[in-house]
Nanobody, 123 residues
Framework: QVLLVESGGGLVQAGGSLRLSCAAS????????MGWFRQAPGKQREFVAAIRWSSGSTYYADSVKGRFTISRDNAKNTVYLQMNTLKPEDTAVYYC????????????????WGQGTQVTVSS
C-alpha cells in the first residue's frame, strides 16, 4: 500500500505562489505515476497535473499550463506542485494520488490518495 501525505497549502493573495508537497511511502515499484487533483465546493474532482516516476514526463490541465509545475525528487519519494500566478478560481482542496498502471487524467484511474490540503486564493 502507498501512503501519501500532502503539505504546503494555505491562504495566498491572487498573483501569489504556493508549493505543495506529497511524500510517498513507496515509489516506483508500487506506482507508475503521481498526479495532483483538486476539488472545489460543489464541483467534481478535476485533474491538475501528473508525472511519471521513471521518466519525469509531465502532463497538465489546460487551466494550469504555464502557471503550475509538477516535479519529483526520487531520493525523497516526494512530488511537488509549484503554483504560480494563482487565481481565485484555483481555490480548492488539492489531493495527490498514485496510479499503479498508467498516467491517468481522471480521478477514478488512481489507486491511492492523500488526505488533501486546502488552497485558498483571495482576490
Amino acid at each position: 500500500q502507498v501512503l501519501l501525505v500532502e503539505s504546503g497549502g494555505g491562504l495566498v493573495q491572487a498573483g501569489g505562489s504556493l508549493r505543495l508537497s506529497c511524500a510517498a511511502s513507496e515509489r516506483t515499484f508500487s506506482s507508475y505515476a503521481m498526479g495532483w487533483f483538486r476539488q472545489a465546493p460543489g464541483k467534481q474532482r478535476e485533474f491538475v497535473a501528473a508525472i511519471r516516476w521513471s521518466s519525469g514526463s509531465t502532463y497538465y490541465a489546460d487551466s494550469v499550463k504555464g502557471r503550475f509545475t509538477i516535479s519529483r525528487d526520487n531520493a525523497k519519494n516526494t512530488v511537488y506542485l509549484q503554483m504560480n500566478t494563482l487565481k481565485p478560481e484555483d481555490t480548492a482542496v488539492y489531493y495527490c494520488a498514485a496510479d499503479l498502471t498508467e498516467v491517468g487524467r481522471f480521478w477514478w484511474e488512481y489507486d491511492y490518495w492523500g488526505q488533501g490540503t486546502q488552497v485558498t486564493v483571495s482576490s
